[in-house]
């Protein structure tokens, strides 16, 4: 089985390499974006499993980024959006703008390996 490619959007290279180490010891082929923008090439450049997106980003931001995706004649994945921002205003635009789920941060290992599993259809969650 081809192994999963995840992109992983956070303008922090710490989380960035927090991210990808969990996904990675899990199992998952991981590539980074800085920006919605970067992101948005990336994602038009080659398919991904998945995206793992923060909200706040330079140049275009995680909400941004979801409703040009969302737009795109490309396969359509799901996207997990990490952020800070805790209000259900803020959960309520991710999903407006086509988040599959909204996770705070700092996520753990087990949490976002579940959710990613569960949104892969993949059997052990």
């Known amino acids: 089985m081809k192994t999963k490619r995840i ?3 956070d303008d922090a290279a710490t ?3 927090y991210h990808r180490a969990l996904l990675e010891s899990a199992g998952y082929a991981v590539e980074e974006a800085i920006n919605g ?3 948005l090439e990336k994602a038009l450049d080659s398919p991904f499993a998945m995206y793992l997106v923060d ?3 330079p140049k275009l931001d995680g909400y941004g980024f979801l409703r040009e995706l969302r ?3 490309i396969p359509q994945v799901p996207a997990i959006m990490v952020s800070t921002e805790a209000e259900a ?3 309520a635009q991710a999903y407006r703008a086509g988040a599959n789920a909204y ?3 700092p996520v753990t290992g087990p ?3 579940t959710h990613v599993r569960l949104l892969l259809g993949e059997a052990r969650a």
């Open 7 to 9: 992109l992983v959007i």
């Open 89 to 91: 205003k803020d959960r």
């Open 55 to 57: 909200v706040n980003m």
């Open 15 to 17: 989380v960035r390499m």
């Open 103 to 105: 996770l705070l941060k």
């Open 111 to 113: 949490q976002l390996v």
């Open 71 to 73: 737009q795109q004649e």
């Open 37 to 39: 923008i970067e992101a």
